[in-house]
């Protein structure tokens, strides 16, 4: 079944310490995408992937890192979480970034720093 | 910068009724423009893609249009039932994804 896989999808962490959010996706998609969700402020983009090796800034990059070290594969990284990081995170991917391409998200992952 | 906007942003219907969803977008250089559906707490789940080069796509009793000049989409939901309640949301693609901000629909039986 084709799907983006996003773990983990609950999380209750504390300031400072570091974490990773996952995102795996089985469709070959050469495009992946990370979002923030917070009630009042939409969908927000935090930072997107063209290709392997290729990332660029969304809308609100700051205090997360990311990697693409292999195709299927876009962890979201919180080096020091701060209480304004809570929210809910989705991971999303397409066949290719321009022209056509259909996105796919996964199911979220709720982070909640104290 | 896009700017994508759903209108109005919630809206109560009884079961049975035809209604309309609108988005709107500031700049009409885009790729394409999908709908969504969300359901409370849940991922986001693909309705209907349009391409720049469209002027509608139907599935089941959905049928989503996009007027690329006028900035303007709308996603037509046929004999609404309780279970299509959810925040159905629209993001716009250009050389940035932009989400509007969703209409939550509430079909009462």
């Known amino acids: 079944e084709a799907q983006v896989t996003q773990n983990p999808r609950y999380l209750i962490t504390v300031t400072g310490k570091k974490l990773t959010v996952t995102c795996s996706q089985n469709?070959?998609?050469?495009?992946m995408s990370w979002y923030r969700q917070d009630p009042g402020l939409g969908l927000r983009q935090i930072y997107y992937s063209m290709n392997v090796e290729v990332t660029d800034k969304g809308d609100v990059p700051e205090g997360y890192k990311v990697s693409r070290k292999e195709k299927r594969n876009f962890p979201l990284i919180l080096e020091s979480p701060s209480p304004n990081q809570t929210s809910l995170y989705f991971c999303a991917s397409s066949l290719d970034r321009g022209q056509g391409g259909e996105l796919f998200f996964g199911e979220g992952s709720r982070l909640t720093v104290l | 910068k896009q700017e994508v906007t759903q209108i109005p942003a919630a809206l109560s219907v009884p079961e049975g009724e035809n209604l309309v969803l609108n988005c709107s977008f500031t700049?009409?250089?885009?790729?394409?423009l999908q709908w969504f559906r969300q359901d409370p707490g849940k991922g986001l789940t693909s309705l209907l893609l349009?391409?720049?080069?469209?002027r509608e796509q139907t599935s089941g009793r959905l049928n989503a249009s996009l007027d690329k000049s006028s900035g303007r989409s709308t996603l037509y939901i046929a004999a609404s039932q309780p279970g299509d309640s959810a925040t159905y949301l629209c993001a716009v693609r250009g050389f940035q994804l932009t989400f509007g901000k969703g209409t939550k629909l509430s079909v009462i039986p």
């Open positions: 700049d009409s250089a885009i790729y394409n």
């Open positions: 349009i391409q720049s080069s469209q």
């Open positions: 469709m070959n998609h050469e495009y």
